[in-house]
Structure formats: C-alpha cells, structure tokens
C-alpha cells in the first residue's frame, strides 16, 4: 500500500513539521511506503492532493489544520480508489474531532493507516464544494471571516477574540431557508449546517451530529441581544447553548440557505456567497478513524 503524504510544515505554529519524523517513523515502521509532499501555499497542497489522487495512490494523508482537512476531503470525496487519511497538526483540528480521531496526537492519526482502521463517512456538498465538518453562514462565518485576517495570535485564542470584535457591530441577518423542499424565511444571528459537530477549535455547534446518518444538521441562533450571544458563546464548547430557548435544531438531507449579504465558510475555508445549496451525501469518502 502507498500513501502520499503532503504536509503543511507551518500550521500548529510549526508542529507539524516538529510531529513529521515521528510521522514518517511510524509509517516506516508499518511498512508502508511513502511519498513526502511539503506544501509552501494552501494553493500548492491543493495541487499536491489532487494530483496524488489522479495519480492513484492508495492513501492520501494531509498533515496540517482544518484547511489541509479540506483539501484532503475535496480531492477524495465522491470516488473508491483513494482513502483519506487525516494526521492532526493545526490548532483547531475540527474535522477530526468530529469523526472520533485522536485531535492533538498525530503519531496515533497515522497509526489508523497500517491498523487498517477505514471507515465511510458522508461530506455534506456545497454547491461545488465538499465539507466535512460545519458550514456557517451567519455570525459565525463573520468571525471566521476576521479571525482570518488577524495577524495575532496565531493559535486557539484567535477565534473568541474575533467573536468579541464582531459582537461589537452585529445586527440580525435575513434568511431563506429551504430544509427538504420546506421554505422558511426569517432572521437570525447564524445559521450553522453540520455534518459534524464543531468548528472554530471545538466549539460544539451542533453537538448531536452524526457524519454517519445520512443527515445534516441544522443549528438556528435566532435574533437575541448582543450580551445574551456573548454569554452563550462560551457554552459552545460544551453544547450547552443548545438548551436555550433562541436555539433551534432540526436535521435534513437537503438545506439551502439564501440571503442579503450572506457567504458560507465551510470547514473554516471561504466556499462561497449565497445562495448556498447543500446535500448530505452518505458515505462519500473513506477516512481512516477509530472503529
């Protein structure tokens, strides 16, 4: 069995490429041999997964944060011959909290490899994009969207600063929601689509998803002060918010979400602006994780 690895050397502030020969260790020590890609751009690592996949390799692994997840979900998702493999080495590691996989710990990710630990996972399809953790498209995509551009600091406490930051100037945001064929029009501070649990380093949005069940769910936040958002924010992490009153969960195989001013951000990458169409596709890839 060959395996392609392509590692984005920077993320985690650089553990990635501390973790890599402990990485490659345990894969030569499994046997398995292995090509070793270091990207230098998020448009490079795009490059190497796809090619590795044409190419036919029978692993593709990616060794970084959500992004690299990303890339790695895109160019396996809808096709047998190439499984994914998902080693772990960014801050947030969303994804592979999602489906079961050892977040902080790449030496056990890869060891899944030679343990033969395959499993088929659906990939929610956004327009003409795969995401396999969590879409949003409100509050949370405009958090996203600043933690972005934050040249400080690099690592988890990114995402609740930017929270804070865009709390100070955030109005309510009109949707039209189509849940099954079901349209709903509304306001609502976010709108989040999960085919996992959590986004922005383990923030439970949607604490009940299953990447197994052939359904997305659906976490509505409906309009509330800017002080109540704020004291529900820490309570994602534990998915507490969810008891609240001014949220909303409902699960569906098919959502759309359309809306003034409105962008999607899935699996902490910019997919698109609405209108967003999704669909769960059950089973799409094949991802090595604890059985």
């Excluded at 060891?111 to 003409?128: E, H, P, W």
């Amino acid at each position: 069995m060959r395996v392609t690895l392509v590692v984005n050397p920077s993320s985690g502030k650089g553990r990635a490429q501390e973790m890599l020969p402990q990485v490659a260790g345990r894969l030569r020590d499994d046997g398995l041999a292995t090509d070793i890609l270091l990207s230098r751009s998020f448009q490079e690592a795009a490059e190497m997964t796809a090619e590795a996949v044409r190419r036919e390799t029978d692993v593709l692994a990616v060794m970084g944060g959500d992004g690299m997840m990303h890339l790695g979900v895109n160019a396996c998702a809808g096709q047998q011959r190439t499984s994914l493999a998902l080693i772990p080495a960014g801050t947030g590691n969303d994804l592979c909290r999602g489906l079961g996989l050892p977040p902080f710990d790449p030496v056990a990710a890869v060891a899944l490899i030679g343990a033969g630990r395959l499993r088929r996972f659906d990939l929610s399809r956004v327009n003409d994009r795969w995401v396999g953790a969590v879409l949003a498209t409100g509050f949370d995509a405009m958090v996203n969207h600043r933690a972005n551009l934050m040249p400080w600091p690099k690592g988890g406490l990114r995402y609740p600063l930017a929270a804070l930051a865009e709390l100070r100037v955030f109005t309510p945001l009109s949707y039209r929601l189509t849940l099954d064929g079901q349209i709903r029009d509304l306001e609502a501070m976010l709108v989040a689509v999960g085919n996992t649990t959590s986004y922005g380093g383990g923030m439970k949005i949607c604490p009940d998803a299953d990447p197994t069940d052939g359904l997305l769910d659906v976490t509505i936040i409906h309009p509330v002060s800017r002080a109540k958002l704020l004291r529900l924010l820490p309570q994602m992490y534990s998915g507490r918010f969810a008891r609240d009153p001014c949220v909303e969960r409902t699960r569906a195989a098919e959502v759309s979400v359309d809306g003034p001013g409105l962008v999607g951000y899935g699996d902490g990458e910019l997919i698109t602006a609405a209108p967003l169409h999704l669909h769960c596709e059950a089973g799409a890839v094949g991802i090595f994780a604890p059985l």
